[in-house]
Structure formats: structure tokens, C-alpha cells
């Protein structure tokens, strides 16, 4: 991993109206992530995390505190400094999420467009970049359909027919085609029979090995987190209440409330 800080938020916090005032759906998160490193968000239903996941990947603006991003200079590649996502222009913003990051839906069918080919999902990404050459762009969708173990026979149907493991293999196709330096992943598990589960974490698991990807993963399954991540933080009523190396969290929880959640998995 490198020393360099791809991403940091420091003090980052979102509040939402409700009748008599309001609520902050996370508040005061703090942390540096670097290249090649898989962070996870753990925590209940309501416990801030996809909010904090929204608030990192500047699809929500913060209302207190700031992300920081190590942005590229499009002329100089080996040029790079952390700069304030909210400081950047919605145009820049929007071509950075669609070229060096990546975006992994919790439903399959948000991260995709339906209503165009499997191939055409992947290309449009790439098209992103300049790619315009129809046999280039096809070879490069089924080279990722069988790199996310799709059969590439299948380049020219609808994702809507594809079963829901496979829409989420297709996404992360879209979402990986351009290299990226950055995936945010919002339970990309959920929904899915448990034998799919396992394969998607195996192949995601390989994917950000291969390509030295960082990633932010949101999930309420402890097994995702053990083995995806680098770390976690732990987050109940919007605060995160314990951080640290995925195995010693899991292994030695300090705080009583990741205690309660580890051993509500363990106990049968």
C-alpha cells in the first residue's frame, strides 16, 4: 500500500429534517484510506452508514466537515493532490465518478441501464474516456463479461434478463472496465442466495487484489467485512464507535455495541 492518502474525511456529518428538528444521520467521521485499501462500514439498518457512503462519493453534500480526494491532473497522470471534492465543479465531480472511481449499487438494476445490452453497459463507461471504436469496445465488454464470469455469448441481451447475481457481476463490470482507483461498494451482497454470495465475494475479493483497487465497502454482514477489508469502522446512531484492523475488531471488540454485533452472529 502506498503512503500517499487517496481519500480523507475529516469530520464528515449529514442531518436530515424530522418533525421537531432535526437528525444527523452521521456526524464527526474522520479517517484516511490509501491506495489498494478496503475499508468497511459496519453497522445496523439506520446506523449512518450509506448515508456516510453517499457523503464520500459527493452524491450528498456534507453539512459539516470535508472529503479530500487525490485527484489527477489529466495532463501530468504522476501528478496528484488531495483536493476538497466540494471545491470542484459539478462537471469535474461528475467526470470523476465516472472514470476513476466506481460506484457498486446495493440493487443491481440502480447501478445498470436496462434498457441497452450487456456490452452497451460496459462500453458507455469506456465511452466516458473517448473510446469510440465499435470492435474495441466490444472486445473489451466481453473480455469483462468473462472476467467476471459471465458467458460473453450473452453480450447482446438485456441485463433484465440476467438473474440477480449476474446483474450484480455486470455492474461491477461497468464499474471496473475503467480502471479505477476507487470503488464504493453499498452491500453489494444483499438479496442474494448464499451460494451467489459466496462466488461474488471470491470474485470481488480477486478483482481488488488484481488491480490494487481501494475500496469503501458498506455492509451489515461481519463475514463481508472479515473478508474484504483491511479495516473497518463501526458506526450505531450515525457516530462511528469503534475503528481498527478488521481481524483485531472482530477478533477483540472493545466498544459493547460491535461486541452485541459480533456476537449476535456467532451465537447460534
Known amino acids: 500500500m502506498s ?26 467521521v474522520s479517517f484516511d484510506l490509501y491506495p489498494g485499501e478496503v475499508l468497511a462500514v459496519v453497522g445496523e439498518s439506520g446506523s449512518g452508514k450509506s448515508t456516510l457512503l453517499r457523503l464520500l462519493a459527493a452524491r450528498l453534500a456534507c453539512e459539516e466537515g470535508s472529503v479530500h480526494y487525490q485527484l489527477r ?10 483536493v476538497d471534492l466540494a471545491g470542484l465543479s459539478e462537471a ?23 434498457n441497452v445490452s450487456a456490452g452497451a453497459n460496459i462500453g458507455e463507461r469506456m465511452m466516458a474516456l473517448g473510446a469510440r471504436h465499435y470492435g474495441r469496445l466490444r472486445s473489451q465488454a466481453v473480455a469483462w463479461m468473462e472476467r467476471v464470469e459471465l458467458d460473453p455469448a450473452r453480450v447482446d441481451d438485456l441485463p433484465g434478463s440476467y438473474s440477480g447475481g449476474m446483474q450484480q457481476r455486470l455492474q461491477i463490470a461497468r464499474n471496473l472496465v475503467t480502471q479505477p482507483r476507487l470503488v464504493f461498494m453499498d452491500e453489494p451482497t444483499t438479496g442474494l442466495d448464499v451460494s451467489v454470495q459466496a462466488r461474488l465475494l471470491d470474485l470481488l475479493r480477486a478483482l481488488v487484489d488484481d488491480l490494487q483497487l481501494a475500496a469503501v465497502v458498506v455492509t451489515h454482514d461481519l463475514s463481508v467485512a472479515r473478508l474484504l477489508a483491511h479495516r473497518m469502522l463501526v458506526m450505531k446512531d450515525g457516530l462511528v464507535v469503534e475503528e481498527g484492523l478488521t481481524d483485531r475488531v472482530l477478533d477483540d471488540p472493545q466498544h459493547p455495541y460491535t461486541q452485541l454485533l459480533v456476537s449476535s452472529v456467532l451465537t447460534p
Open 3 to 28: 503512503e500517499q492518502v487517496l481519500l480523507s474525511a475529516r469530520g464528515v456529518g449529514r442531518s436530515f429534517p424530522r418533525a421537531g428538528g432535526v437528525r444527523w444521520a452521521c456526524r464527526h
Open 92 to 114: 469535474r465531480r461528475r467526470w470523476v465518478a465516472r472514470t476513476d472511481w466506481g460506484f457498486v449499487e446495493q440493487h443491481a438494476r440502480e447501478g445498470l441501464r436496462m
Open 73 to 82: 491532473d489529466a495532463g501530468q497522470p504522476q501528478a496528484a493532490e488531495l
